[in-house]
């Protein structure tokens, strides 16, 4: 089955970058859409963006002046990067796929704690 | 946006229990709401897509309902593992998913 694993560094200062990848294994990334949902300490799901195989994305409109997300097809790979982090962004960050563009997200990967803190 | 209530925040209930979550949108999303299921330090589970479909290999004793603005999820007898935070999300707005505040199944 479609298992997702997430990497990147769970530090980063503020005002850098925040960059998160999501490797997909056992289907080819053309086959789902592909999100970044995050999750701040004891609070709820905050939807960031989502990519198609085809780089067609759409990104959350509170964080789009900040958020790059972009797809490797050859790598059957896809990326978050969130500039200009402050505080705010420190949160658990999971990419997760949905089959179709209003499907749900039926396989998540394991999460990521990214803390920004100097 | 489309706004996403769920009531209570918080249930306590014991095993054996028949529980009821619901869910408000601030506007009709026709059938497009799915149930999630999140324990501590994992990632959230699908449960339940289109208000009422059942995610291959999940309980029978889960169950959706509902259609437009109101929806609930419904524990037919409570399991020591159902014990988790339930969250429900809107797919119809495409531009921007949203996602209920959770709420938090508790032991009683």
């Known amino acids: 089955q479609v298992q997702l694993q997430q990497s990147g560094p769970g530090l980063v200062k503020p005002s850098e970058t925040l960059s998160l990848t999501c490797t997909v294994s056992g289907d080819s990334i053309s086959s789902y859409y592909w999100s970044w949902i995050r999750q701040p300490p004891e609070k709820g799901l905050e939807w960031i963006g989502y990519?198609?195989?085809?780089?067609?994305?759409n990104y959350n409109p509170s964080l789009n002046s900040r958020l790059t997300i972009s797809v490797d097809t050859s790598k059957n790979q896809f990326s978050l990067k969130l500039t200009s982090v402050t505080a705010a962004d420190t949160a658990v960050y999971y990419c997760a796929g949905h089959p179709f563009i209003a499907g749900p997200f039926d396989i998540w990967g394991q999460g990521t704690m990214v803390t920004v803190s100097p | 946006d489309i706004q996403m209530t769920q009531s209570p925040s918080s249930l306590p209930a014991s095993v054996g229990d028949r529980v009821t979550i619901t869910c408000r949108a601030s506007?009709?999303?026709?059938?497009?709401l799915n149930w999630y299921q999140q324990k501590p330090g994992k990632a959230p589970k699908l449960l339940i897509y289109?208000?009422?479909t059942l995610q291959s290999g999940v309980p029978s004793r889960f169950s959706g309902s509902g259609s437009g603005t109101d929806f609930t999820l419904t524990i037919s007898s409570l399991q020591p593992e159902d014990f988790a935070t339930y969250y429900c999300q809107q797919s119809y707005s495409t531009l921007l998913y949203t996602f209920g505040q959770g709420t938090k199944l508790e032991i009683k």
């Open positions: 289109s208000a009422s």
């Open positions: 506007q009709s999303i026709y059938k497009y």
């Open positions: 990519i198609y195989y085809t780089g067609n994305t």
